[in-house]
Nanobody, 113 residues
Framework: VQLVESGGDLVQPGGSLRLSCAGS????????MYWVRQAPGKGLEWVST????????FYADSVKGRFTISRDNAKNRLYLQMNSLKPEDTALYYC???????WGQGTQVTVSS
């Protein structure tokens, strides 16, 4: 199982970013996928989860209404659209296939003016 995140960047407060996660080595379509983040000096925080088609999705209260999880199973890709970014969204963002205990290397999002 391999997960590779991309799309992190430095962005101003109020800006937007779209994170991407490429999965391989497993039947991507069949599994719930997760976004998790870790802010500097803090523990892991679950961000969002969706089922195989993202017909069911859940969000942490801290991102609800601002972030949207989606996936393209034909491309084995998971996405996180992040809007109205705040400085407190600054973190290393990971995608995870929890069923396999697998995580990517993370992509850094920094929200700062």
């Amino acid at each position: 199982v391999q997960l590779v995140e991309s799309g992190g960047d430095l962005v101003q407060p109020g800006g937007s970013l779209r994170l991407s996660c490429a999965g391989s080595g497993f039947a991507f379509t069949n599994y719930w996928m997760y976004w998790v983040r870790q802010a500097p000096g803090k523990g892991l925080e679950w961000v969002s989860t969706c089922n195989s088609g993202c017909s069911t999705a859940f969000y942490a209260d801290s991102v609800k209404g601002r972030f949207t999880i989606s996936r393209d199973n034909a491309k084995n890709r998971l996405y996180l659209q992040m809007n109205s970014l705040k400085p407190e969204d600054t973190a290393l963002y990971y995608c995870a296939a929890i069923d396999f205990g697998s995580w990517g290397q993370g992509t850094q999002v920094t929200v700062s003016s």
